[in-house]
């Protein structure tokens, strides 16, 4: 199980867990099926993945307008 780095919650990377047979994950990670919107961290990279509400929360702030004063 992964840990989003800004929650902490935990759930399941296909780029980062292994399937449920210890292998690596043969499926894509369900991030692919949302747009991009933050860079994809690198292998000696400190930056971890988020998870679903936190990656969507992102997105959703992303796409809407900035606030009037």
């Known amino acids: 199980m992964s840990t989003c780095e800004r929650c902490g919650a935990t759930f399941h990377c296909a780029m ?8 690596a994950d043969p ?6 099926a949302l747009p991009p919107a933050v ?6 990279s ?3 993945c ?3 509400a936190c990656l969507k929360a992102h997105i959703a702030a992303q796409a809407s ?3 009037r004063c």
């Open 39 to 44: 860079p994809v961290p690198g292998a000696n």
């Open 27 to 32: 499926t894509p990670c369900w991030c692919t």
């Open 50 to 52: 988020w998870c679903p």
């Open 65 to 67: 307008p900035p606030a």
């Open 16 to 23: 980062a867990d292994a399937g449920p047979d210890g292998k």
């Open 46 to 48: 400190a930056v971890g």
